[in-house]
């Protein structure tokens, strides 16, 4: 048996999932904490131990730490709708925020070696591109507030008691095991999901925002294996990939790799960042990464395409708890 026992929460969900995998393969023990909001139990290799629970469960979060002794903590559970956050204000800072102070509370209480946490570039705002490290972080959704909330918790945790900690900054992944079926986040699933329903692809303006859209296998095993990685101790990564693309490309090759000629249907310009993407310099030289070999857009919706293709569509559904119903687009009010 290891004696490397990891925790990670939102271990169910898409990207902590393929974490969790990488994590086995490393040769930790790995619990994984998940309250399924947004993940499923299936996900979870059943090499890992599954506790079906919420990082706001504060009790719970203490008899896990007692019991378990972990080594280390990857934090991946969050509801990451940066659009949706905007009206779910008090949702988002209970679970993103006050769920991840108790996941640092109980790590500086119980000596955790290091705490993993995947943040996001929404911290960044409207920013020169391509976005570093260095810039000063401008969020401007209550999703970006909070992971930049955390972000400067965990710098002040480590000067205070010593927590060491790394911070990923991921953006748009995608890839197997994402859930389509979430109509608030994710474009390229929903996307998927809607041409395999036959419903026109939603598109929020004139779709030239630009994104660069990164495939998981290109994400996960470096959040993975950053405990192990000296340099990454106390550091703010970007991670995902070098080459961005409009909204219309990426309809156009979703389409493509699905051999359907499906609809588009632009809708109102929501509130968003218009361009978003980031350098990784920094990732690929501390962590030795050729940036060449990266998964292209293109190999990577295939990859996801497959993994939908088998499963089926999802049918999506709202979200039980709007707050602010002022501004909400109204392509979220349709069934």
Not at 181 to 187: F, L, P, S, T, W
Not at 212 to 237: C, E, G, K, L, T
Request: with cysteine.
């Amino acid at each position: 048996m290891s004696n490397t026992i990891s925790l990670v929460t939102g271990g169910a969900g898409f990207i902590g999932s393929h974490v969790v995998d990488h994590l086995l393969q490393l040769g930790h023990e790995v619990l994984v904490l998940d309250d399924l909001s947004g993940g499923f139990s299936e996900n979870v290799s059943n090499q890992a131990t599954f506790i079906n629970g919420s990082i706001e469960d504060e009790m719970l979060i203490d008899r896990l730490f007692k019991e378990y002794n972990f080594t280390y903590v990857y934090h991946l559970a969050a509801y990451a709708a940066e659009g949706l956050s905007h009206f779910i204000r008090k949702f988002n800072y209970n679970n993103n925020l006050l769920g991840s102070i108790n996941l640092i509370n109980a790590s500086v209480r119980h000596k955790v070696k290091c705490f993993v946490f995947t943040s996001s570039i929404a911290v960044y705002g409207e920013q020169e591109l391509p976005m570093m490290e260095s810039a000063n972080p401008m969020p401007e959704d209550p999703y970006g507030i909070a992971k930049f909330a955390i972000e400067m918790d965990l710098k002040a945790a480590k000067e205070m008691f010593g927590l060491d900690y790394i911070i990923f900054r991921p953006h748009n992944v995608y890839g197997e095991r994402q859930n389509i079926g979430d109509k608030y986040r994710n474009v390229i699933g929903i996307f998927m999901n809607q041409l395999m329903q036959g419903i026109p692809l939603t598109i929020y303006g004139d779709g030239l925002q630009t994104r660069a859209f990164s495939y998981i296998d290109d994400v996960a095993p470096y959040i993975a294996r950053a405990v192990h990685v000296d340099q990454a101790y106390n550091q703010i990564f970007n991670i995902g990939s070098d080459d961005f693309h409009t909204v219309n490309e990426l309809a156009k090759l979703v389409m493509k790799v699905f051999d359907i000629e499906g609809n588009l249907r632009h809708v109102e310009q929501r509130n968003e960042v218009k361009h978003a993407y980031a350098s990784h310099d920094k990732l690929n030289r501390i962590f030795n990464i050729d940036s060449a070999g990266c998964v292209t857009l293109e190999a990577g919706l295939e990859n996801m395409a497959q993994w939908v293709k088998d499963h089926g569509a999802r049918k999506t559904s709202k979200f039980g708890n709007i707050e602010i119903l002022e501004k909400l687009p109204p392509v979220w009010l349709e069934e």
